[in-house]
């Protein structure tokens, strides 16, 4: 299934109901369970107290959310000696509702994020078999995405390209923080900012500070959390000026990078294996 396709439109999911017993002391036939079957990664919370029922980060996890009732005892089951047919019976017990809110949230080793239009589709799609589309305009991606990069047939490293933040995006501007909870899962962060010799995006600097705080408006947790930052489009001219400007606000070292060319992607990637732990020199064969 996709996402929670199967049950857009369904307000309310009930399991079949059960049969009453039947004459020469037939039992009822029981009802039936109701599965709901969502992908992988879905939170599961109670609607009215908001607590976590479950984390369904495994595949062929399960968890009961309701029970349903149970069935009443016939007339036969009073019978006795004295009284061989009882004329009352015992009712059953009715099954349980719950309102409850299903939440998806992607699992990836690495959340690539960044303003609208830093290139992290184009980064993605060129590290990967995803065919995520980029254009010129802002929200081109209006979902996430995941592409798998493949270090060694031992070794691979899932991304995320999460559509672009603008700032108020905790609060629900833009997309907003219908995509900020996707990186919670991610164990790494790649911060792309994009070099722009034109103008038309904000200094990569700025574009840096808006997106940090972004995040630790959203989730101080979030904001924590391993960051690899680099420069995107250093294909076009007069990057240098720029990328010493973001190592200075961003206090790291800058991974400069051309998704066009190509140029710098190995070292990204060896940057991300490296923080993400992974053995080998798998990535520098990228």
């Not at 790494?188 to 700025?206: F, I, M, N, Q, Y």
């Not at 990057?239 to 200075?248: D, H, M, R, V």
């Amino acid at each position: 299934m996709h996402g929670f396709f199967a049950l857009r439109g369904r307000k309310a999911l009930h399991a079949r109901k059960g049969a009453q017993g039947g004459n020469n002391r037939r039992h009822g036939k029981n009802g039936d369970d109701l599965v709901i079957e969502v992908p992988v990664g879905t939170e599961v919370r109670d609607a009215q107290t908001d607590i976590l029922l479950k984390d369904l980060v495994e595949d062929a996890q399960q968890v009961c959310i309701v029970r349903g009732g149970t069935g009443g005892r016939g007339n036969a089951r009073f019978a006795r000696s004295t009284q061989q047919t009882p004329r009352f019976a015992e009712d059953g017990r009715v099954g349980e509702e719950r309102r409850i809110v299903l939440s998806l949230k992607l699992i990836a080793d690495v959340g690539l994020v960044g303003l609208p239009n830093a290139g992290k589709s184009t980064l993605l799609a060129r590290l990967s078999r995803s065919r995520t589309r980029a254009a010129a305009h802002r929200f081109t991606t209006l979902s996430p995405h995941l592409g798998v990069v493949e270090l060694s047939p031992a070794h691979r490293i899932t991304f995320a390209d999460l559509p672009g933040l603008i700032e108020g995006a905790h609060e629900g501007r833009g997309l907003g923080d219908r995509f900020l909870k996707h990186v919670e899962r991610t164990r790494v962060l790649v911060h792309v900012v994009a070099h722009d010799p034109t103008g038309g995006s904000p200094a990569p600097e700025r574009a840096y500070e808006t997106i940090r705080a972004e995040l630790a408006r959203y989730s101080p947790d979030l904001a924590a959390k391993p960051e690899i930052v680099a420069l995107s489009k250093c294909d076009l001219p007069g990057w240098e000026e720029p990328l010493n400007s973001l190592a200075q606000a961003s206090d790291a070292v800058v991974t400069p990078f051309s998704a066009v060319s190509g140029e710098g992607l190995d070292v990204l990637v060896g940057r991300v294996a490296a923080a993400l732990g992974t053995e080998g020199d798998d990535a520098d064969d990228w």
